[in-house]
């Protein structure tokens, strides 16, 4: 990969907010899917989660709008989705309109957090407003009670983002070290990337000059044609 795209891509990993994310509850609609990961991308969430009954959308990333940028996590029940947010500390907000919601202004984000917006008609569950620790809303004053589910989530994360831009937590990654490495070769060396999902071959290293250090068998797999692999790996 060329210099100049090398230090965008770490430059974008000294962003990345790992413990801060949000968690679509069946919501449906691929335009709002696509502009919900289109925000986390901005405001440098580096993982979206989403909770699906497998029928409105196939759970991947490719059809959640998603990219190398931001990856995608699908959970089977918002039961499941919670105890993942809970083993990593994080609090677990769910947009609701009840008389025990809080500004969303008043909320820590600089805290590890989740955020739980439900789907588009109905909102969240209610097992989604039981699991989560507190309910928020955006105060409106109009003769509407919600914004689309998309807007809403902009408008939170937003706020997560001042507040946390302002307690210093954009200069540093906090990403794993595998995990930079991944973005780093994904999103550095795509057609790479796609002979070594097709083939199965491990991610090699690259180096802080944006260069692959890999052995000359690594090299050697990646340029055999796809025939020649497959013949040499079927048993």
């Known amino acids: 990969m060329t210099a100049e795209r090398n230090a965008r891509i770490r430059a974008l990993l000294k962003t990345r907010q790992a413990d801060l994310t949000v968690c679509m509850e069946e919501v449906s609609k691929p335009h709002n899917i696509a502009a919900m990961v289109r925000t986390c991308d901005a405001v440098g969430i580096h993982e979206v989660n989403g ?3 497998g029928q409105k959308i ?31 500390n994080m609090q677990v907000l769910v947009t609701n309109l009840s008389p025990k919601a809080v500004d969303f202004r008043a909320v820590d984000y600089t805290k590890p957090t989740a955020i739980i917006m439900g789907q588009e008609k109905t909102g969240a569950t209610a097992e989604a407003i039981a699991l989560a620790d507190t309910d928020i809303l955006i105060p409106m004053v109009g003769m509407v009670q919600s914004l689309n589910v998309s807007v ?16 210093g937590m954009y200069k540093t990654s906090n990403l794993p070290e595998e995990e930079q490495q991944r973005v780093l ?3 550095g060396f795509p057609q790479l990337h796609d002979i070594c999902l097709r083939k199965n071959i ?34």
């Open 58 to 88: 196939a759970r991947n990333g490719t059809s959640m709008g998603s990219n190398v940028w931001v990856k995608t996590r699908a959970h089977d029940s918002i039961e499941h989705a919670v105890k993942h947010f809970k083993s990593r």
């Open 185 to 187: 070769f994904e999103g």
């Open 51 to 53: 909770v699906w009954d």
């Open 202 to 235: 491990p991610y090699p290293y690259v180096n802080a000059d944006g260069e692959i250090e890999a052995d000359s068998e690594w090299w050697r797999q990646v340029q055999l044609s796809e025939a020649a692999f497959a013949a040499e790996n079927e048993n």
């Open 152 to 167: 809403a989530a902009a408008v939170v994360l937003y706020e997560a983002q001042r507040q946390r831009e302002l307690a």
